[in-house]
């Protein structure tokens, strides 16, 4: 078992794991994002009109927005915006109430909720000192900041005579919008106790949230721990969003947010997700151990942070996740567009069931349709440490990463550390599968990983991926297989492929014809087995 991670530490957690220099990752990955924006992405931000109310259509996928490293974190250019937007809110809100003048008690008994609707009403700053207030649920107006006393001191709670649809904090006004919404330095308590042994803790759409962004243009949420939700902890989306088929979206999503330091636990979904939403920036955020009671019981795919239907051109830095079904979800629902332009820079997972999972469901099978929008998407840096079976997802195997249906997809620096003791049931540690394209993965780690079938398998068969690149692999002491090549595969390309194993099968066991350079193995039976 791996040594506890710090999650107040993360971006020193993931040095303390990750098997490759930072900086190089950082270089290589925005030179193939710049590259790949030219040649397929030109377009920023592009929509086509539908007739079809409050939807817009987002196929062919064209559009992507540009990157840059600014005191070495990467961040979306987009970010210069927000913060002009920053220094605008906080010229509009100098004047600050303390919400107990308008009669809120932080006693944890007190119905708090007129209070804050005055105190929201009457000043654009406003803030919450150190207590537990109770409310039946709090509007943010435009032009707003909402400041407690600190996340471990000031706590707003969901009162216990709640509905299950009920969001703890959102938007004033989210079909018509809002602008310039600031939430630190607080905890949200959504209360998911006071529903009892009920079988779903939440109402469906975007309802039962503890914060929610609903067609929020300039939003910052920082230093908030987010609790006990019955669906999301957070969720950045549009109002209401629809399943009109990949190609569409809903309209009016949220545009311009920044999360920065969240807590996410206990929560019924996701901690934090987002839906039709474009330009989002999550750094710093730690979301763990949900109670998954959005679903039926053993199937919750409850993830730590999921970007989902609809979503574009978002951006993760230094966040963590632990004891999730998924520690990062990138994905869509068949009937709706995949999140496409997403792009993850350092991340530990600990304890995920899978721990990064790229998949657009419904387009994996060879009688599926290919996905029109599962594009363009990156993880550099991400490191998994032991995943594991889960209670919430009873059947689902353990994985490290997972592809699926995606094309356009770099991974640049991807340590995988599985327990030798654990039993992995023949499963690989990597999958790139069903229909994915034109995949590199360079820079792979993997140990300990001792009872899977392989470190990497690349599957083939009708619905086989393919126009795979893997190159700078290290496999120590980990599956008898290190990279294993499903049948059907045309182009397949393997380079510096090293493996050392005590007993090992083979460093590449194959299917279908590759190109092949630089196979290191040592303590294996064969460097490269023809199964044809």
């Not at 034109?438 to 398998?457: H, N, Q």
């Not at 005590?502 to 040592?522: M, N, Q, R, V």
């Amino acid at each position: 078992m791996m040594d506890p991670i710090n999650p107040k530490h993360i971006r020193a957690s993931i040095a303390a794991h990750s098997s490759w220099n930072e900086d190089q990752l950082l270089s290589d990955t925005l030179a193939w994002h710049a590259a790949t924006r030219r040649d397929r992405y030109p377009d920023q931000r592009k929509t086509y009109a539908s007739r079809i109310p409050l939807t817009e259509r987002i196929a062919p996928v064209t559009s992507s927005l540009p990157l840059e490293i600014v005191d070495d974190l990467v961040r979306p250019v987009w970010m210069r915006r927000l913060d002009a937007e920053y220094l605008n809110l906080r010229q509009a809100t100098t004047r600050r109430i303390d919400v107990t003048e308008y009669g809120a008690v932080g006693d944890g008994k007190t119905d708090c909720t007129l209070a804050f609707r005055l105190a929201l009403r009457s000043y654009r700053h406003v803030y919450v000192p150190a207590g537990v207030y109770v409310v039946r649920g709090i509007r943010v107006p435009s032009n707003c900041v909402l400041e407690g006393a600190g996340q471990d001191q000031t706590t707003i709670k969901l009162d216990d005579r709640a509905p299950k649809h009920r969001r703890l904090l959102r938007n004033a006004t989210p079909f018509l919008g809002n602008h310039h919404i600031e939430v630190a330095h607080l905890t949200l308590d959504w209360n998911v106790d006071r529903l009892g042994a009920v079988d779903r803790t939440s109402s469906g759409d975007t309802a039962s949230s503890a914060l929610t962004f609903a067609h929020v243009t300039f939003g910052w949420v920082h230093h908030v721990t987010s609790k006990n939700a019955g669906l999301h902890a957070f969720d950045i989306t549009a109002p209401h969003y629809h399943y009109l088929g990949d190609g569409l979206r809903a309209a009016k999503g949220s545009r311009y947010i920044w999360l920065d330091r969240c807590e996410a636990t206990n929560y019924g979904d996701d901690g934090i997700t987002t839906h039709h939403s474009d330009a989002i920036y999550v750094t710093n955020c730690y979301c763990h151990h949900p109670h998954g009671r959005t679903h039926t019981a053993g199937f919750s795919n409850s993830n730590g942070i999921e970007v989902d239907d609809g979503s574009r051109h978002v951006v993760l830095v230094n966040n963590m996740t632990e004891g999730c079904f998924g520690g990062i979800e990138v994905k869509a629902h068949a009937t709706s567009s995949a999140a496409h332009d997403v792009h993850i820079f350092g991340h530990v997972s600990y304890h995920d069931n899978r721990s990064y999972n790229f998949r657009h469901i419904g387009h994996h099978l060879a009688d599926d349709p290919d996905s029109k929008t599962a594009r363009f998407i990156s993880g550099t840096n991400l490191v998994s440490i032991e995943p594991v079976r889960s209670v919430l997802y009873e059947r689902s195997s353990p994985r490290s990463l997972v592809v699926s249906a995606y094309q356009d997809v770099f991974i640049n620096g991807f340590t995988a550390i599985g327990d030798p003791s654990y039993d992995y049931e023949g499963n690989p540690a990597l999958a790139v599968q069903y229909k994915s394209r034109d995949v590199r993965l360079k820079r792979i780690a993997t140990s300990g990983f001792v009872s899977g079938r392989a470190d990497i398998e690349l599957f083939g068969g009708a619905n086989r991926t393919d126009r795979v690149t893997v190159e700078e692999v290290t496999c120590r002491h980990s599956a008898p297989i290190a990279i294993k090549v499903g049948g059907r595969l045309t182009d397949v390309v393997l380079t510096h492929i090293e493996g050392e194993q005590k007993s090992g099968d083979a460093l590449i066991s194959t299917h279908s014809p590759l190109e092949a350079h630089d196979l290191f193995a040592y303590g294996f039976s064969e460097r490269v087995r023809n199964d044809a």
